[in-house]
């Protein structure tokens, strides 16, 4: 053979690996109805337990269905606040600058979504303020969305085509603009979906060739 008969199928391969990584790897959705149909299986964690107005020291071991995870605040208090009602209880954090982080997750997850929002110094909502969800993945690939007066029915998901390591949930807030990062409704999903599983697929199929026409 001449090298350029091996190398063509080496092209082939880099292209279809580029292919597969040029979609994107992580899809957002702002809405549950159509975040929850893209998925095949997922769990909710309602935070219904927590009681309104109680602080909590964190960090928190927690769990949505079957999928465990930690639920902790960065970089100044580390204490969460349980906020909204009794009958419908919000995880919130105690000092309004700090990022509310979701990851320690027990299974590998792939998708991960919540309503996400403000709440006042007394738990209640808080539609004032800029409220921004960032997510990133195993390839160190991020994807962020915010929204400004984020009412209760704002929603964040997101689907990624490699595990997610973090969910970060924060708010932004000027001198008379102070809101607390706010979350209601965690959901977890830890089966990839059918377009994940074929891209995979794609890559692996790609990287057996490589070391098939590699071997002597
Ligand atoms: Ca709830």
Redesign the pocket.
């Known amino acids: 053979m001449t090298s350029t008969s091996t190398l063509r199928p080496l092209v082939a391969a880099v292209a279809l690996l580029a292919a597969g990584s040029s979609q994107a790897a992580i899809q957002t959705f702002t809405d549950e109805a159509s975040f929850l149909a893209a998925l095949s299986s997922y769990a909710t964690d309602?935070?219904?337990d927590?009681v309104p107005g109680q602080a909590y020291d964190g960090p928190l071991s927690r769990s949505a269905g079957s999928i465990g995870y930690t639920a902790w605040t960065t970089p100044n208090s580390p204490t969460l606040y349980g906020a909204?009602s009794s009958s419908?209880?919000?995880l919130s954090s105690n000092n309004a600058a700090d990022f509310i982080v979701f990851d320690g997750f027990s299974v590998p997850v792939y998708a991960a979504g919540a309503y996400v929002f403000g709440s006042n110094v007394f738990g209640e909502h808080s539609s004032t303020g800029i409220t921004a969800v960032r997510v990133t993945n195993e390839a160190a690939e991020q994807s962020a969305s915010f929204k400004f007066r984020a009412d209760t029915t704002n929603y964040f998901g997101f689907l990624s085509d490699t595990p997610l390591v973090s969910f970060e949930v924060r708010t932004l807030y000027g001198q008379r603009n102070i809101t607390w990062p706010t979350v209601?409704?965690l959901t977890l999903a830890a089966v990839p979906e059918p377009g994940t599983y074929a891209m995979l697929l794609a890559g692996l199929a790609a990287v057996g060739f490589l070391v098939r026409r590699r071997k002597p």
Do not use: K
């Open positions: 309602t935070f219904d927590l909204g419908d209880a919000w209601n409704d």
